[in-house]
């Protein structure tokens, strides 16, 4: 037959890989979903707690204002004591003065 040419081959083992690669595609775009919306819902705890942070932070300071009271923090493993200027200025120490404690 002039102009004809039949050319036949088994395309099962090609069908085959594309299937399995549309399998794989969509597993991991499930995985990707799901993945994206743990990572959201925990940036959103964060930002609740950073939030719940920030109101304690500031009520501390607020109570503190109005008491006209000092806060200091004190680090029995390294003996590190850290005063605020309320709690300078009761003991006379300058803001700007460098802080030192001796330990026992």
Known sequence: M???CLTAAD?????RVEE???TA???LEERV???TKELSEEIEGRKRVEQALQRSHDRMR?????AQIGVWDWDV??????????TR????VAPESPFHTKRG
Do not use: C, Y
């Open 2 to 4: 002039p102009g004809f």
């Open 11 to 15: 395309l099962t083992g090609q069908k």
């Open 20 to 22: 399995a690669l549309r």
């Open 25 to 27: 595609h969509a597993e």
């Open 33 to 35: 979903k799901e993945r």
């Open 62 to 66: 607020l109570a503190s204002e109005a």
């Open 77 to 86: 493993v390294s003996g590190r004591l850290v005063w605020d200027n309320k």
């Open 89 to 92: 200025e009761i003991f006379g």
